[in-house]
């Protein structure tokens, strides 16, 4: 048997998906990725292009017409979110991805819903992965900051341990050295072996991070390859990277 035929399927695989949030509009038009294990899967591209559309396809936030989406070479196609967080998979979106009302302590309890006898084990891990989080404990979520708040929504995301993450634009509206440290933090969640895939509208610093990218246009892929390859491309600084390429 050859290497390739033993080769281990991707972690998370994306299959030329069609779809949008309305029949007549198809946001998706055949796009495509890809993350094997441990990798920093990053896309960029413009405004409307459909990146978040996209995770929130892999997720099953968003009804598919054409397409496969598999986890660890399953087919997943058309589960409900719930569902593929317990097989592995964890989502963090934009918007909305902390309870204000509610302290840290009682985000994290929320994130995991099975296996409770292991809420102490799983909190005291996020607890040592993210030590800002675990001096303000009982503190409402409200009174974090905006980088904070990214931190305890990854934190809330990995306490069922899942073997790949989803990140929907994790620097939005943060100060750049915010964004710094939020990156980092991403960079640290890797290095415990979580696969990561991340949507980010920052593409030189995503880029710079990442073992491979992919721009999309239009709801379908423009261009794919590794993070530094795609960061010193003279298509890619023309367009997204305010007209050229990093040095």
Do not use: W
């Not at 994790?170 to 640290?188: K, N, W, Y």
């Not at 880029?207 to 491309?233: F, I, K, P």
């Amino acid at each position: 048997m050859t290497e390739e035929a033993i080769a281990a399927p991707p972690v998370v695989a994306a299959r030329e998906l069609v779809g949008g949030y309305v029949e007549e509009v198809d946001i998706l038009r055949g796009c495509s990725l890809h993350a094997d294990a441990g990798e920093i899967v990053v896309v960029v591209g413009p405004n409307g292009a459909g990146k978040s559309t996209l995770v929130k396809a892999v997720f099953g936030l968003m009804r598919l017409k054409a397409g496969r989406v598999e986890l660890d070479g399953r087919d997943i196609t058309g589960a409900a979110p719930h569902e593929i967080t317990m097989r592995g998979m964890g989502y963090v979106p934009q918007v909305n991805n902390v309870f204000p009302s509610l302290t840290i302590h009682e985000n994290l309890e929320l994130g995991l819903t099975r296996a409770r006898g292991r809420l102490r084990d799983r909190s005291d891990a996020m607890y040592d992965l993210f030590p800002r989080l675990a001096e303000r404990r009982r503190q409402r979520a409200e009174a974090l900051s905006g980088g904070e708040r990214q931190m305890l929504a990854m934190a809330r995301a990995l306490m069922p341990e899942p073997r790949v993450l989803l990140l929907d634009e994790p620097s939005a509206g943060l100060a750049p050295r915010v964004v710094q440290e939020v990156f980092e933090t991403i960079r640290e969640v890797n290095s415990t072996g979580v696969t990561i895939v991340m949507i980010e509208q920052n593409a030189r610093a995503a880029l710079g991070m990442a073992d491979r990218g992919y721009v999309l246009e239009s709801g379908q892929n423009r261009l794919t390859g590794a993070g530094e390859e795609l960061l010193h491309d003279p298509q890619v600084a023309e367009l997204y990277l305010g007209g050229s390429s990093a040095t």
